[in-house]
């Protein structure tokens, strides 16, 4: 059967089960919802070339259920010091085509070249073991105890803090998965539920301030960093893997693995202490090694609160947790073990003198929201956080020359830690624009987000008369980012960096949003831009759009354009246009909930 | 000239004599039988094949508390001189005795019906549908959007009377009441949505409104000027519940006169029935002639959905029995009904009030779209006979939430239920 022929098929087989499936009803304290959807994305390179990048089924399953009200079990047990209890699950299966039908399409990496490998190229093993997903994304106990004001969440979840909408800053308890597609989907789907134990202090009152409460959570050590992947999977790193590059010479084997194994003529095939590339560091995943805990006091100001108008929400948050890398900062994962016996006993093992990192971070923050009803009719969002002590690669600590690790001097470096301050500025304002819809206003959401770098050194070459990438001498100093390696960015010789991936003092994002509603709901447009100014203003423009055929069925279109304004390769960290070069797509979903 | 004037005499002794009988069907083919007595939006949903049965009118007794409150404290109200505010208000209505030529009495009636008797401490609806699709006439609505909400939670902070504290709740942020709305339990791709409305005594303050979103599972601000925007694109908003929930001061008010109008107050069927066909746009129950205050609100906010609304204002019971609300040029836009019940029990329930309590739905209608939305409480699906609390305080429980208590209106909670 020819792939086309299969692929249909199998979307035919999702519309049929759709149309024969009957709402669920609730029974007593159980309530039973979710859907079943399929969709289909298409790839557009350039004007002629076009490929189907996934056809992904998906099962959704929620279960609600009332475990105890009013202190009692099923209103017949007395449950001593719980006045409330629910019970929520959270199933999601999915059964992604492409794996198996292997569309014929090639994919280019960040500087618009092919890379010659296509999805069949993914070793099969491999992908049989991401053509599935079948998890229970969420199970946790809401508990609210009798005579104190204090709540529980404790189980598998999710936590998302602050006030900013698909970017990282506040919202940083569950890392993202990369893999599955960070433009296509809500982060709702991208974020990593994990066990954590979480609790709620209702305040109320607390002098000048209402609606105050305290929210802290604990994670026992199931943390796991940001999921990433490499070409060619379909909406990975725009890139293949850096350590081990599956394609062949000449094209391919530039896998730091691969470099290392032909200098040494050993078998280096895995990370020092085994360290897993964006999977695990030097940790134990147990309480002791690799908690995270979180903690913020929310409170509404009152007439009274000095300095603030009355009505501001506000937020003060404190975390203390690993770096997941998820939030767009150009930072390090990975480190070079520098200390020359650690390198070659690392070595002798077998392994890369290459470290994945996950260090800890202490990090404070606010949030505040405020609508201003007299002038503007808006609502004002604030985020801002002061992170202590992120990680980046540091050129000034590479290999020497001289040592026996020269090979790696221009591909990986030491790490050095600098404070980072982020921020977003946002508005929400329901707009009339009557001549494009006269029945309902659109919601029109902008924000601006920066990130700044606090004491980045400038960069230079090991010879002060070269200029970046430094061809001739290597790298001097300097923080760079994860682009910055041989194997990666260069279109030329491998050992010698053709570009050179900056860490700015400065990075800055607008994005700007506008939805509204057409025939009582029926329709729901949305319209996304977004402007990265620092990087040769890449950009992105999503619009997206949901028509509701009926109350279950939803035909969901989508079209995305990655914008990157320059024929050279943009190594924005954001994820948007530079880093998705190449990469519109148009979307197909059809949706049945119950 | 004497042609006009011919005319105009047939068309005000048409009017006059217009008149229902208990007995009568109103309906598109004789709605001229009802002339004045039915506003142009409820006009146009007879001429839409609604039909109104008419029956004799009843009495809606207020409850005896709040009788007592204003027998003891009205003659000390008074308006601000800015006529937002009441001052020296304890509880009851703030003005009884409504003199039409007062120049003050369109905005006193409204004050009445802000501290109407119907609901003074706390209010909870459980469990209702609200279906939204579009019109033909010609056959059933196919719903496009059908929402089903948990629990609608409204707790008032003053002019209170059943529920301790009376007749205040300690209130240090002045607040009138506050609403939740929370959780909607279906369709899934808007489960767990909730809000949550703060709305002020003073006139000055607007609204503080909280949306919980799930999709981004957190907590959203919501500006005030989308009170008036159709929830979810559908047809009802938030100001339009209950036949008018917007602030006093947000509109000039102006009395268009007081007259005999046809409102349901007495429904017939507890469930509400819809009107069958392509009329189920709208319930069929029992009409009764009533008097009404006829008050027209122009809006004063820039970015109000609506020019203005005609409200029609029940003046014995207090409550809205209608609403035509027009766009900016002046047209018929929506027309908002509500179904009132009054009873003292809810068939099944084991609470029994020792007044008649209101238990309503309501349907809003676009006229320009032809679309409606259609609220339903208790809905047809709901199995539980008490979906109704009226001032039951704590003891308005449901599975989201453990009465009209003080921190179930918090943002915590709406974090909590919501999600």
């Known amino acids: 059967m020819s792939s086309i022929r299969r692929w249909l098929l199998l979307s035919l087989v999702g519309c049929v089960c759709a149309r024969g499936s009957a709402a669920l009803p609730r029974y007593g304290p159980l309530e039973i919802s979710g859907n079943v959807s399929a969709q289909q994305l298409f790839r557009t390179p350039d004007i002629e070339t076009w490929g189907l990048i996934q056809q992904r089924n998906t099962v959704k399953l929620r279960v609600d259920y009332n475990l105890l009200e009013r202190g009692q079990l099923a209103n017949l047990l007395e449950i001593p010091g719980i006045e409330r209890a629910k019970l929520y699950l959270f199933y999601r299966g999915v059964y992604d085509s492409v794996y198996d039908l292997t569309p014929g399409f090639e994919q280019n990496d960040i500087y618009g070249l092919p890379i010659g490998l296509r999805l069949s190229d993914i070793p099969r093993k491999q992908r049989e073991a991401v053509r599935f997903e079948n998890r229970l994304r969420e199970a946790y106990l809401d508990l609210k105890l009798k005579h104190l004001p204090l709540s529980f969440r404790l189980g598998r979840q999710q936590i998302v803090w602050g006030e900013t909408d698909n970017f990282r800053m506040l919202d940083r308890v569950n890392p993202l998965d990369f893999t599955w597609h960070l433009q296509q989907e809500t982060w709702d789907e991208l974020r990593v539920p994990l066990w954590i134990i979480k609790g709620l202090w209702d305040i109320d009152r607390l002098a000048t301030l209402n609606n105050a409460f305290v929210e802290f959570y604990w994670n026992p050590g199931d943390w796991y960093p940001a999921k990433k992947a490499f070409l060619p999977r379909p909406w990975s790193a725009p890139i293949v893997n850096p350590l081990d590059d599956p394609r062949s010479p000449p094209d391919g084997g530039r896998g730091l693995f691969q470099i290392l194994s032909r200098f040494y003529q050993r078998p280096i095939t895995k990370l020092y202490r085994g360290t897993r590339l964006f999977q695990r560091g030097d940790y134990v995943r147990d309480p002791g090694d690799n908690s995270q805990v979180g903690v913020r006091f929310s409170a509404v100001t009152g007439a009274e609160t000095p300095l603030l108008p009355e009505g501001l929400q506000f937020t003060l948050n404190y975390f203390y947790q690993r770096w997941p890398g998820d939030d767009g900062t150009n930072s390090a994962s990975f480190r070079a073990v520098l200390d020359p016996r650690e390198a070659r006993a690392a070595v002798q093992r077998g392994e890369a003198p290459i470290e994945f990192i996950a260090p800890y971070v202490h990090a404070v923050g606010v949030s505040a929201n405020y609508a201003e009803e007299q002038y503007t009719q808006t609502v004002y969002r604030l985020e801002t956080i002061y992170e202590f002590g992120v990680p980046f690669l540091d050129a000034a600590k590479s290999y020497s020359l001289r040592s026996p690790f020269a090979i790696l001097a221009n591909d990986v470096y030491g790490v050095s830690k600098r404070d980072m301050w982020k921020g977003m500025i946002g508005f929400d304002r329901p707009t009339w624009i009557r001549p494009l819809n006269r029945k309902a206003t659109f919601l029109i959401l902008g924000q601006f987000f920066w990130h700044y770098l606090i004491d980045n050194p400038s960069i230079a070459c090991r010879d002060p008369n070269e200029r970046p990438p430094c061809p001739q001498s290597g790298q001097g100093k300097g923080f760079r980012g994860q682009f910055s390696t041989s194997g990666v960015a260069t279109t030329g010789s491998p050992g010698q960096l053709a570009y050179i991936d900056k860490v700015r003092d400065w990075e800055l994002l607008m994005t700007l949003t506008a939805t509204t509603f057409y025939k009582g709901g029926k329709i729901v447009p949305f319209l996304v831009y977004i402007l990265d100014p620092v990087n040769s203003y890449n950009q992105e423009v999503m619009f997206l759009l949901d028509y509701f055929i009926t109350n279950h069925a939803i035909l969901s279109l989508s079209q995305r354009f990655f914008v990157n304004t320059t024929d050279r390769p943009v190594f924005e960290a954001w994820g948007v246009g530079g880093l998705n070069r190449g990469r519109t797509e148009t979307g197909v979903k059809l949706t049945f909930q119950f | ?419």
């Open chain 2, 1 to 419: 000239m004497i042609t006009a004037l011919i005319f105009a005499a047939l068309f005000i002794a048409a009017a006059t004599f217009a008149d229902v009988q208990p007995g009568d069907t109103i309906t598109k083919e004789n709605v001229a039988k009802a002339g004045e007595l039915i506003g142009p939006g409820l006009r146009w949903c007879v001429d839409h094949g609604m039909k109104l049965h008419i029956v004799a009118p009843r009495r809606v007794e207020w409850p005896r508390r709040y009788r007592e409150a204003t027998e003891k404290y009205s003659a000390q109200v008074r308006l601000s001189a800015d006529r937002n505010r009441l001052e020296n208000y304890v509880a009851g209505m703030p003005f009884p005795n409504i003199d039409v030529n007062d120049p003050d009495a369109a905005i006193k009636i409204m004050w009445n019906y802000q501290y109407k008797p119907l609901i003074t401490d706390d209010v909870l609806m459980r469990d209702f549908q609200v279906p939204s699709g579009p019109l033909t006439y010609t056959a059933p609505m196919v719903p496009d959007r059908e929402f089903t909400i948990g629990d609608m939670r409204r707790l008032y902070y003053n002019g209170r009377l059943f529920v301790d504290p009376k007749p205040e709740m300690p209130n240090p942020e002045g607040v009138r009441y506050k609403e939740l709305l929370a959780p909607v339990v279906s369709p899934y791709d808007m489960k767990g949505v909730g809000a949550l409305y703060f709305r002020y005594i003073d006139a000055s303050r607007q609204d503080d409104s909280w949306l919980y979103v799930p999709a981004v599972r957190r907590v959203r601000r919501m500006s005030t000027a989308q009170r008036s925007d159709a929830l979810f694109g559908q047809d009802a908003d938030q100001d339009s519940f209950w036949g008018y929930s917007g602030h006093i001061a947000w509109s000039e008010w102006k009395l268009l006169g007081v007259k005999e109008m046809l409102g349901v107050l007495h429904r017939e069927h507890f469930r509400p029935q819809r009107c069958e066909g392509g009329a189920d746009f709208a319930f069929c129950d029992n009409w009764e002639k009533r008097k009404v205050y006829v008050v027209e609100g122009t809006t004063k906010l820039p970015q109000y959905a609506y020019g203005k609304r005609v409200l029609y204002i029940d003046a014995e019971a207090w409550v809205v029995l209608a609403s035509d609300i027009y766009d900016k040029r002046g047209e018929l836009w929506k027309v908002w009904i509500e179904y009132f019940s009054f009873r003292k029990q809810a068939p099944g329930s084991d609470l029994v009030y020792e007044d008649e309590m209101g238990f309503t739905s309501a349907t809003m209608i676009d006229t320009q779209m032809n679309h409606a939305t259609v609220i339903m409480i208790p809905g047809p699906a709901s199995p539980d006979p008490n979906t109704w609390y009226f001032n039951q305080g704590p003891n308005a429980r449901s599975p989201y939430a453990p009465g009209n208590v003080e921190d179930v209106f918090t943002i915590s909670h709406l974090i909590s239920v919501a999600h």
